[in-house]
């Protein structure tokens, strides 16, 4: 396909990628090259937007990424702002939760390191949050483990993942430091 940026892809991938996007199956190009895929759909967002292609090929590529420390949260956002809402809800809808009053959620977010940077990837459970901050100290290398809260409307979530758990993609307006003892940080919490 004309426009797209193939770098650092293998002439076998090339050719896949074309092949897939051809034949109507375009969503799923992500899958023929996985580990290539993220920087792939992230340096293609425009043009496979245009294609009609983003939504499945972009939450495939976040959900299967786990550390975005190098990629500017504007540019994420804006990946986001690209995709239709409506698809990215079809496939990946916002579960309803009885226990959440009207349209608003209560969410929370894992951190660590010597800066929290607000993601995008939220959880209702505080639990979830609280492991997935030891998880990063622990795999990452990282120490300051933050626990954040927010309150978002319905309307401001773009879609809801659920890739390992249920990640509630958005960006909050507002978010506070939840005050955990360190010694909950750990892995081994119940989940």
């Known amino acids: 396909m ?33 580990s290539k895929g993220f920087g792939f759909v992230l340096r293609n967002y425009k043009r496979l937007a245009n294609l009609g292609i983003l939504e499945q090929n972009w939450m495939t590529a976040y959900l299967h990424s786990s550390h975005f420390k190098d990629v500017p949260l504007s540019l994420l956002q804006e990946v986001f702002d690209t995709c239709d809402r409506a698809i990215l809800q079809k496939h990946y809808p916002i579960p309803d939760l009885p226990r959440l009053s009207g349209d608003r959620f209560s969410l929370f977010r894992g951190c660590a390191g010597p800066d929290h940077r607000m993601g ?19 795999y990452y290398n990282l120490t ?8 978002v409307d319905r309307a401001e979530i773009y879609c809801c993942g659920d ?19 360190l ?9």
């Not at 209702?124 to 622990?138: E, N």
């Not at 300051?144 to 927010?150: D, E, L, M, R």
């Not at 990640?167 to 939840?178: I, M, S």
């Open 2 to 34: 004309r426009g797209l940026d193939y770098s650092g892809l293998l002439d076998t991938e090339v050719k896949a990628i074309e092949q897939a996007i051809s034949a109507g199956k375009g969503e799923g190009i992500y899958g023929y090259i996985p």
């Open 120 to 138: 995008m990837s939220w959880l209702t459970s505080l639990d979830q949050a609280i492991w997935y901050a030891a998880h990063h100290v622990a």
């Open 144 to 151: 300051n483990p933050a626990v954040y809260a927010a309150v």
């Open 163 to 181: 890739h390992y758990d249920f990640d509630y993609v958005v960006f909050p307006k507002a978010w506070w430091r939840v005050d955990v003892p």
């Open 183 to 191: 010694s909950e940080f750990r892995l081994n919490r119940p989940r």
